[in-house]
């Protein structure tokens, strides 16, 4: 009884527990600060109360404040790249990590750990952790009042069930909408209900617990030939390197892992790539020749068709081919998210958020927007540039230069940087694409456009460049050592299999 | 197109791709084996058909079986004994992997990765996804026939909406009932909707999940001072090991890391650890003294109370105290699971599967019961052994030797070893207790029992002593690897703190 003795004088823990029928009731929605500019504020109905708290403008003893929305590779490399210094940086999004896009399709089948491709944004940006007046908010953006410079939020609680969603708005200096794209279904109906996008972590653990769900069901007494059959097909629509990259990772695992681990049911499984056009449009001939090549030797089947319709066990193709699937993963490409298209600012021919040179939105002061939910104004005269890592990063490293210029010249204030003379606009210079298609093997085009010159290759060294180019490009040298770990035991061990 | 072209002769894609309507009907049912033993298999209601797959008894020029329900510590360290040359091995379990327990603690709070800690039976036991005989099914037992010899299984299909789950049976030779216990929870109220256990790696995921969302919600403007003391409350149910160590990763996680990385939020975040009697109660006075006082130390709230009622946001303990909590942890000790309890076999005094000396379930013959789910019958005299990784595993290691010599007898078939000599009964020798108590320290308990004497020790040198066991205890050297690696990491670079 010592230890409950000398406990109970903790001071701390009376504020924790409090005796029964003193315990006032929970107000939830207790507001910090009020805007003045809401009128809802004091006609909340009672049932679902709809107070505003948040952050109020800036005073001017604090720090100008840059407003990111969202946490992919554009609002990462912006955040990373702004001083703290001149600003406080405030993220809003779903997501508390930056996913490595490029190395998500080898999560999928255990080559890399789910943890080794997120970056938490503590990381890339550490004030966001630790300076007074910088944050991160996990919450989706709702709306977005340019004239007042201010920003709706609601957080994300879809698992706390004992919270539910609350409002709030934020003041910005400068606003970043970095808010990326969406994939896109092309209006076919089944696919966001049947399919697994592959764009974020959650995704990637979805695919491999179906895949693994499906290897031991198949084994199962019960099953009939063709329902085995089914289950073990995995069909992957959209030839671009997202499609082509898994279908290579997951023939390596078909090869080396389930053969050795799932013997019974190996004969069973088989991948296919759907695709309308040409796998890898973006690529030499030379390199998309090789990789069909290489692909189909792995065991791949490509086929060229228009996906019509999918249910729940079958695709159905445009010429009336039903195609069973057991894991339907859908990559044809991304277009702007529903809330990017619900904002009343200027649009690109494509319909994200339209920019100048300098990546600012013309109409509303202080709003910037970079990374897939962008593109140039028609009146630039500039092409839409494609929904790359690369052009994303360019963009999120050019305008965090472009702020801490302007913050330096003493405009980083709302509405004080009108007149200044901004630099040099934004050019982005094309490095040349990469793509892994599996069995230590990689396509590297480094040729600027798809109709210029410059070195291609494929094969062995190829997906050697490929390795050590994302390697050095992973953000932090946790994961850098992590990535390298997890390719190591891959090659000694065989790719985990463990269903978690 | 001339991939395209080339690839249409592929014979295989012809299998998974029929022209519309000349697709048959899915036979989801269809069977291999029926048992003629089932009267039900031919009165199959069309819209939920029980039809009964399954393996039949095994022939004279098969090998004989050896079924284990389960896959904890107790069964797996039997399937890794078994001697395949003797025996085919199938395993049934809901899930693939075995769990290495006594580092889930740690996981929660990323000192290590959820994967370190999990090991895919299929690396502990080669044979299961390798030889002809020998499978892996992932499903829940559903009945046991022990006249027969068969056992009732139901696929886990839960996340496969194309799929439902069926029914099939198994024939054995030897059955091992290895299915462990399940997480006591009083009949108190709310328990189990509420409070998250600790015993699999979904839990370790659901707190982790859990906690990194608390403390980034209490950052959100909006947010009450109340309501953020309330989120960041984290309350401990149960004094065992495993409540008292995730207390202590806890208050590691929070004095390192929240500091840090939630810099903010950082001041409102406490640990509570209820406990209805003493703190490690099977350990030495002088070490739960040590604990009592390392555990305060670090900040951790120790109260002694007995919970009645568990609601969404709070807790009641029995003098009508309330205590609100963001995050709550259940781990007070583990009994006899439904299925277990439905078992007609005779009982131990605990409720457990009652066996003897042998292991072996007395009145059934051919099946052995080892784990947490059993415990010795009154009539051999000998007490119920507690509920330990240690116990499990000693006891499949000793059943895995019994069965290879039964089988060397020429005893491995059914109902053929009734009157062998079984030679030396199961003993059990208490090695020893560890606990590790956060800030690099830890307990170790040579004593054989509570009353006995030997070493007992606390501090750095037992907690090397406490990871250096551990590391060598972990199954594989690949997750050894991953320990080691996931240990140095958290050393040098802190805990992860993404929540994918």
């Not at 959650?202 to 019960?222: C, F, T, W, Y």
């Not at 932090?476 to 978690?500: C, K, L, P």
Request: charged share 20%.
């Amino acid at each position: 009884m010592a230890w409950f003795r000398n406990l109970i004088q903790v001071s701390a823990i009376r504020a924790l527990i409090k005796p029964r029928n003193t315990h006032p009731p929970l107000s939830l929605y207790t507001s910090l600060t009020h805007f003045s500019t809401d009128p809802t504020t004091h006609q909340t109905p009672p049932t679902n109360p709809i107070q505003y708290s948040g952050l109020p403008p800036t005073k001017s003893n604090e720090k100008p404040r840059v407003v990111v929305l969202g946490s992919g590779w554009a609002g990462c490399r912006l955040m990373k790249g702004i001083d703290t210094e001149i600003y406080d940086v405030v993220c809003v999004s779903p997501r508390n990590h930056m996913v490595f896009t490029p190395l998500l399709a080898s999560t999928c089948v255990g080559t890399l750990e789910f943890r080794s491709v997120a970056e938490p944004i503590g990381r890339i940006q550490p004030a966001i952790s630790r300076a007074p007046g910088s944050y991160f908010f996990l919450a989706h953006s709702t709306g977005l009042d340019t004239d007042n410079h201010v920003v709706d939020c609601r957080t994300v609680t879809d698992e706390a069930n004992t919270l539910d969603p609350w409002n709030f708005k934020i003041s910005y200096d400068k606003l970043i909408i970095a808010l990326g794209a969406q994939a896109l279904t092309f209006g076919i109906r089944g696919v966001t209900e049947n399919a697994i996008f592959l764009r974020e972590v959650s995704h990637a653990q979805e695919i491999r617990r179906k895949l693994l769900l499906n290897l031991m069901l198949s084994d199962v007494p019960g099953i009939s030939e063709e329902e085995k059959r089914r289950l073990l097909h995995c069909v992957v629509v959209g030839g671009g390197p997202t499609g082509v990259e898994f279908s290579g990772e997951l023939s390596d695992f078909i090869i080396r892992d389930v053969h050795q681990r799932y013997a019974h049911v190996k004969d069973y499984i088989h991948v296919t790539l759907i695709e309308a056009n040409e796998i890898l449009s973006s690529f030499d001939d030379r390199l998309r020749r090789y990789a069909t090549k290489q692909l189909t030797k792995s065991g791949v089947h490509l086929v060229r068709g228009i996906v019509k319709d999918v249910q729940p066990q079958k695709i159905i193709l445009n010429d009336g081919t039903e195609v069973p699937y057991g894991l339907l993963v859908w990559s044809t490409g991304v277009g702007p998210s529903p809330f990017v298209k619900s904002l009343e600012l200027p649009k690109s021919p494509e319909g994200r958020i339209g920019v100048d040179e300098w990546l600012r939105v013309p109409s509303a002061q202080d709003v910037f927007s970079i990374g897939d939910c962008s593109g140039f104004l028609e009146s630039t005269g500039r092409p839409t540039l494609p929904a790359l890592a690369q052009v994303a990063e360019r963009e999120g490293k050019y305008l965090a230069n472009l702020l801490n210029k302007i913050g330096k010249a003493g405009g980083g204030r709302a509405n004080t940087a009108k007149d200044m003379e901004l630099g040099d606009p934004f050019v982005y210079k094309h490095l040349g694409s990469m793509a892994t298609i599996g069995r230590y093997k990689a396509l590297v085009d480094l040729r600027q456009s798809k109709e210029g010159k410059g070195l291609s290759m494929a094969g062995f060294v190829s997906w050697f460049i490929w390795r050590s180019a994302y390697l050095t490009r992973v953000i932090s040298w946790r994961n850098r050592f992590y990535v390298a770990i997890n390719w190591a035991t891959t090659f000694v061990f065989g790719r985990d299999i463990s269903r978690i």
